[in-house]
């Protein structure tokens, strides 16, 4: 059964770096193209950037291009999400997915979560 882990959130200040990570387990990496959503409190969830299995196709919501990258390890089994500037409205549970269709053009696609990680951005 894959098994998707993130880590990397927490509490920090309008401005600052977070950097996300998640690592599959129990099913072979190569095979899944990987994507970052995000849950703000009374909305629902949405796509934040997804990575293909070669790593060479990405996706990245308009609201954080420029800001955001995802990056794959596919020696390691990880994809990680570099958020940069963050601002209070990039508050939310930022969850870890795992699919074996693409592009992503619905979230049922979705096979796999992680159990998701707190990201707060405020003074």
């Known amino acids: 059964q894959v098994q998707l882990v993130e880590s990397g959130g927490g509490l920090v200040q309008p401005g600052a770096s977070l950097r996300l990570s998640c690592v599959l387990s129990g099913g072979t990496f190569g095979s899944y193209h990987l994507a970052w959503y995000r849950q703000a409190p009374g909305k629902e969830r949405e796509i934040v950037a997804a990575k293909d299995w070669t790593g060479i196709s990405t996706s990245m919501a308009d609201s954080v291009k420029g800001r955001f990258t995802i990056s794959r390890d596919n020696a390691k089994n990880t994809v990680d999400l570099q958020m940069n500037s963050l601002q209070p409205e990039n508050t939310a549970v930022y969850y870890c997915?795992?699919?074996?269709?693409?592009?992503?053009?619905?979230?049922?696609?979705?096979?796999?979560w992680g159990q998701g990680t707190q990201v707060t951005v405020s003074s």
């Open positions: 997915a795992a699919l074996r269709t693409w592009p992503i053009v619905a979230i049922t696609q979705i096979e796999y």
